[in-house]
């Protein structure tokens, strides 16, 4: 059984910083992208960042220049550097990641690790 599990998450201030960190782990075979998704109270689930196995990266246009995502392939863990905080970055962070296992890909999601962004 896969498991996804996020930790990193806090209260932090405006302009703050915070690192979060994913790993995969289970009956794994291979991971294709890694990625990062938020959902804010009363808003949908969005796209915050993914990485490739290669090392190709996408970012939201409202992250750009203040996140960074990173990953240890040895390890099976996405990073998500986090700097220049916003209130509006408030979110419930969720990492995501196709994967290959039980003799298919497969999407899997984490629990989610809840970032606060206030004074």
């Known amino acids: 059984q896969v498991q996804l599990v996020e930790s990193g998450g806090g209260l932090v201030q405006p302009g703050g910083s915070l690192r979060l960190s994913c790993v995969a782990s289970?009956?794994?075979?291979?991971?294709?992208?890694m990625g990062w998704y938020r959902q804010a109270p009363g808003k949908e689930r969005e796209l915050v960042s993914w990485?490739?196995?290669?090392?190709?990266?996408k970012y939201a246009d409202s992250v750009k220049g203040r996140f960074t995502i990173s990953r240890d392939n040895d390890r099976n863990t996405v990073y998500l550097h986090m700097s220049s905080l916003k209130p509006e970055d408030t979110a419930v962070y969720y990492c995501?990641?196709?994967?290959?296992?039980?003799?298919?890909?497969?999407?899997?999601w984490g629990q989610g690790t809840q970032v606060t962004v206030s004074s």
């Open positions: 990485i490739t196995s290669g090392g190709s990266t």
């Open positions: 995501n990641a196709d994967l290959w296992s039980g003799g298919r890909w497969s999407d899997y």
């Open positions: 289970g009956s794994i075979f291979s991971i294709n992208t």
